[in-house]
């Protein structure tokens, strides 16, 4: 470093490849106070009251906040019981209540597709009509199950026995050609079909679902499902057989009145079935003399008998189960004089008396 005479101090001549250093001006502290309240303020201290004060409003601060959690975890508690359920199945899980609030709506909407679409052939209460009795509890064990029911209205009634012209027509939408229900009426039907008749359902309206009121008795009209959820069969009972029609066959060998001559002196009495019901209903037979029984069935296709019981319930006379067209005679041994009532064993709602005189 030189001095020049009469000139500042001049700096050293950098050396080769060295860098130069930065420079940087001066720095001064910027003229702006610590604190920025007013002095009147900073001056005042905490008065035993004030501070006082502080601890209490910390100390509140703490319990609402104690509360919170409180609050949250009681919250969190009773939610959890409402989902799953309180202990000792003192309360029912909410998800088990909705599935079974919604199997009642299935249900009690599947009654209504019923009536309106199946009752005709098979029964308003399943008792059996131009199709098969439905209310069968042989039936409703195994044969009538959810898979069976599907395929059938699904294909029709050649499923089930493979009969081209079966009058079992197809009902879903997505048969071949589509019938007139779609899958949520599909899963109704197959719902009332295979309700349980422990549990009572409501008859609603079909359009606004309001409870039905009966307009004599002024009470709301209700039904129960046909399964016995407690039913078992026999000990070596064969299996329901997989055509409806094949049922009749066995019972009619089963049970059918023995073979016997027709007197020609007997009296004969008329009956005939027509429309699933008897014609005429009322029938009238000498007392203490065998007399023939003619039986007309005149519903094409559908299979009919006539059983005739005393007064105890016994049956006294049982004709073979066959369908219509066709006529059969049949002899009746003599009867006491009295009253005795007959029906047919494929339809239950099928009834008449018979008078011995």
């Not at 059969?328 to 239950?348: D, I, K």
Request: charged share 20%; glycine share 8%.
């Amino acid at each position: 470093m030189t001095d020049t005479p009469g000139g500042e101090p001049q700096a050293p001549e950098p050396e080769p490849g060295s860098r130069l250093p930065a420079t940087r001006p001066p720095a001064e502290v910027a003229p702006v106070e610590r604190f920025t309240s007013p002095p009147q303020i900073r001056s005042v201290e905490l008065t035993p009251e004030r501070a006082a004060q502080v601890i209490r409003q910390s100390s509140n601060a703490r319990w609402v906040g104690f509360l919170a959690v409180v609050v949250v975890i009681l919250f969190v508690a009773i939610y959890w019981f409402y989902e799953l359920g309180a202990p000792l199945g003192l309360t029912e899980p909410r998800l088990e209540a909705e599935i079974s609030a919604q199997q009642t709506t299935m249900v009690e909407r599947g009654y209504n597709v019923y009536q309106a679409n199946c009752a005709r052939c098979h029964g308003a209460n399943g008792e059996g009509g131009i199709g098969p009795i439905l209310n069968s509890q042989e039936k409703l064990f195994n044969h009538l199950n959810e898979n069976y029911i599907r395929n059938v209205l699904t294909v029709g009634g050649r499923y089930a026995c493979g009969d081209p012209k079966s009058l079992m027509p197809i009902w879903a939408d997505s048969g071949l050609p589509p019938g007139p229900l779609n899958y949520r009426q599909i899963d109704e039907l197959v719902a009332f079909l295979m309700a349980t008749n422990d549990q009572t359902y409501i008859v609603r309206d079909e359009h606004l679902l309001d409870p039905k009121v009966d307009p004599i008795t002024g009470e709301v009209e209700t039904f129960t499902g046909w399964r016995d959820p407690n039913y078992e069969p026999a000990p070596g009972a064969t299996p329901y057989p997989a055509c409806w029609k094949d049922s009749f066959g066995s019972a009619a060998g089963e049970s059918a009145a023995p073979a016997a001559s027709i007197d020609p002196n007997a009296d004969v009495v008329l009956v005939g079935a027509q429309n699933i019901a008897f014609d005429p209903t009322a029938l009238t037979a000498p007392a203490g003399a065998a007399f023939t029984l003619s039986f007309d069935n005149r519903d094409p296709g559908i299979p009919h008998d006539v059983q005739i019981k005393d007064g105890t319930g016994a049956v006294v006379f049982k004709t073979d189960v066959f369908a219509g067209l066709e006529k059969r005679e049949y002899p009746v041994p003599a009867l006491p004089a009295g009253a005795y009532p007959f029906s047919c064993t494929v339809h239950p709602n099928m009834t008449g008396t018979l008078t011995a005189e």
